[in-house]
């Protein structure tokens, strides 16, 4: 079993064109979202046993969120449904120039009232456990959560996945030694391209711990580090359309694979492929995903 915790976000997106000054447009939307999430999705429409440990309010966000991951496969028995807070929402601005501005609306919402009480034996549970670095950065009860997952996941000799996930020029120093200690304690690194610099560590010390460190490189592709080898994995080219997701999808398809006994190369190379497919959809949660991605 796959245990992913997180944030569940509700996304909306809106795209200006031009280079002048912004213009009327409308965000589109709700979509399912949050890093953590898309992950979950992902792994579950690869055909893996997914839960997602998350809360949403009570609110039709909520339910929107619940449905679509029970549609793509996730195990959301385990989802958290807040009496007094509202389900998080997030709004994403994509500007001519290819750059993007977010807004996330997560202080006082559901997306971190997630208690460590709520972990039962899920993380003894797990074969691996995947924890997105945002989830560290948006604190309280969730932060709490992830760390003790952590813990005693290690403890019962699980296997570990953290993206860091992580703007270092917004997030706060306590935020930055968390993802640090995190990413300290993974099996599987899954880092895009500067984030290990932001976080004071290196992939020279890092493989030589025995650990497994993929670097995103976005549409370029990914390299692979083992203590054996460091070997470029190119990326299809695709005509994008949206990358939001993307990474979380090619993280979510490197763990299934390597559950699946695939080696880090090709569980880097298959990823590629369903994270390139997935940018050409305008929704990552419905890019197509399926179980033969992973033979």
């Known amino acids: ?26 965000f589109e939307g709700p979509v399912a979202s949050g890093a953590p999430m898309i992950f979950a999705s992902a792994a579950a429409r690869l055909g893996i046993n997914t839960v997602a440990l998350m809360a949403v309010g009570n609110d039709d966000f909520g339910i929107q969120m619940r449905d679509v991951l029970n549609a793509h496969g996730v195990d959301t028995s385990h989802c958290l449904i807040s009496k007094t807070r509202p389900t998080s929402c997030g709004f994403v601005t994509y500007r001519a120039d290819g750059s993007r501005s977010f807004i996330f609306y997560v202080h006082e919402t559901s997306a971190t009232e997630v208690p460590p009480v709520s972990l039962k034996d899920l993380p003894e549970s797990a074969d ?14 969730l932060a709490a959560t992830v760390k003790e997952a952590i813990a005693r996941a290690k403890r019962a000799g699980k296997k570990i996945s953290v993206d860091p ?8 120093e306590d935020t930055l030694m ?3 200690a995190a990413v300290l304690e993974a099996n599987y690194i899954l880092p895009s391209h500067g984030e290990l610099d932001a ?29 054996e080898q460091g ?18 999808i090619f993280a979510a398809t490197f ?29 990552p949660m419905n890019s197509l995903i399926q179980p033969s991605d992973l033979l």
Do not use: W, Y
């Open 1 to 26: 079993m796959l245990l992913v915790i997180g944030e569940a976000i509700t996304a909306f997106m809106r795209t200006i064109k031009g280079n002048g000054p912004d213009v009327e447009t409308s």
């Open 128 to 141: 691996v456990l995947h924890i997105s670095g945002s989830a560290l950065s948006f604190g309280g009860e």
């Open 165 to 172: 996930n992580v703007r270092a020029e917004t997030a706060s």
């Open 178 to 180: 968390q993802v640090r």
């Open 199 to 227: 976080l004071g560590l290196s992939v020279t010390d890092l493989i030589l711990a025995g650990k497994v460190v993929v670097v995103k490189e976005g549409a370029k592709g990914a390299t692979v580090f083992t203590s």
């Open 231 to 248: 070997q470029f994995v190119p990326a299809p080219k695709v005509s994008e359309l949206n990358a939001d997701g993307a990474g979380d």
């Open 255 to 283: 763990i299934a694979a390597v559950m699946q006994q695939k080696s880090p190369v090709r569980a880097a190379e298959i990823a590629c492929d369903v994270a390139a497919r997935s940018v050409t959809s305008s929704d």
